[in-house]
C-alpha cells in the first residue's frame, strides 16, 4: 500500500506534488496552532461570532424585522430564531478558501486580491446564510434543517469553487 502510494506520488506532475506538500504543511500547522493555541482561547472565534451575529441582526433590522441578539442568540420579535456557534462564523471556510490560494501557484498581488474579496464575500454569504435561517425558524419553515444542513452550504462551497476557478483561471494554472 506505501509502495503504491508513493509510486502514485512519484508519477505526478511537479506543480502537483508542490501543491500537496505546501497544502499538508499549511493544514498541519494551521490545526495544530488552531487547537493548541487559537482555539481553547477563543480567538478569533469569539470576535468573529459576534461580529457574524451583529451584522445578522442589523440585516434583520434593515429587511424591518425587529430583531436583536442576547449572546449568541437571535431573536425576531421577542422570540429566539438562532443560536450562531463558533463553529457557525465561518472561519473555517475563510481558512479553507485562502489555505488553497496559498497552496496554489500564481502572483502575490492577484493572491491578496482574491484573498481579501473572497474572505469578504465568504463573511457577507455566512451573515445571509444566518439571516436566513433566522427569518425561517422564525416563519416555522419546514426546510429549514435541509436549508442548515445542506442547501447553504452547497450554495456557499459552490461560490468557493468558483472564486478558486477564478482564480486559477486568471493565474493561468489550470
Same mark, same amino acid.
Given at each position: 500500500?506505501?509502495?503504491?502510494?508513493?509510486?502514485?506520488?512519484?508519477?505526478?506532475?511537479?506543480?502537483?506534488?508542490?501543491?500537496?506538500?505546501?497544502?499538508?504543511?499549511?493544514?498541519?500547522?494551521?490545526?495544530?496552532?488552531?487547537?493548541?493555541?487559537?482555539?481553547?482561547?477563543?480567538?478569533?472565534?469569539?470576535?468573529?461570532?459576534?461580529?457574524?451575529?451583529?451584522?445578522?441582526?442589523?440585516?434583520?433590522?434593515?429587511?424591518?424585522?425587529?430583531?436583536?441578539?442576547?449572546?449568541?442568540?437571535?431573536?425576531?420579535?421577542?422570540?429566539?430564531?438562532?443560536?450562531?456557534?463558533?463553529?457557525?462564523?465561518? +472561519?473555517?471556510?475563510?481558512?479553507?478558501?485562502?489555505? &488553497?490560494? *496559498? !497552496? $496554489?501557484?500564481?502572483? %502575490?498581488?492577484?493572491?491578496?486580491?482574491?484573498?481579501?474579496?473572497?474572505?469578504?464575500?465568504?463573511?457577507?454569504?455566512?451573515?445571509?446564510?444566518?439571516?436566513?435561517?433566522?427569518?425561517?425558524?422564525?416563519?416555522?419553515?419546514? +426546510?429549514?434543517?435541509?436549508?442548515?444542513?445542506?442547501? &447553504?452550504? *452547497? !450554495? $456557499?462551497?459552490?461560490? %468557493?469553487?468558483?472564486?478558486?476557478?477564478?482564480?486559477?483561471?486568471?493565474?493561468?494554472?489550470?
Amino acid at each position: 500500500m506505501v509502495a503504491q502510494t508513493s509510486r502514485l506520488y512519484r508519477e505526478l506532475p511537479a506543480s502537483v506534488r508542490q501543491f500537496l506538500l505546501r497544502a499538508g504543511i499549511m493544514l498541519s500547522g494551521w490545526l495544530a496552532v488552531y487547537h493548541l493555541l487559537l482555539k481553547p482561547l477563543r480567538f478569533p472565534d469569539k470576535q468573529l461570532t459576534h461580529i457574524v451575529i451583529d451584522s445578522t441582526v442589523y440585516l434583520l433590522n434593515l429587511l424591518g424585522l425587529n430583531t436583536m441578539s442576547k449572546g449568541q442568540w437571535v431573536y425576531i420579535n421577542n422570540k429566539f430564531t438562532v443560536g450562531v456557534a463558533d463553529q457557525c462564523n465561518g +472561519l473555517e471556510l475563510m481558512v479553507l478558501f485562502i489555505g &488553497f490560494l *496559498l !497552496a $496554489i501557484n500564481g502572483g %502575490i498581488k492577484s493572491k491578496l486580491k482574491y484573498i481579501l474579496g473572497g474572505t469578504l464575500l465568504i463573511y457577507v454569504l455566512n451573515v445571509f446564510r444566518c439571516a436566513g435561517l433566522a427569518y425561517m425558524n422564525h416563519i416555522n419553515a419546514p +426546510l429549514i434543517d435541509f436549508a442548515h444542513h445542506y442547501a &447553504f452550504k *452547497l !450554495a $456557499i462551497y459552490a461560490v %468557493i469553487f468558483l472564486m478558486w476557478y477564478l482564480y486559477s483561471k486568471e493565474e493561468k494554472v489550470l
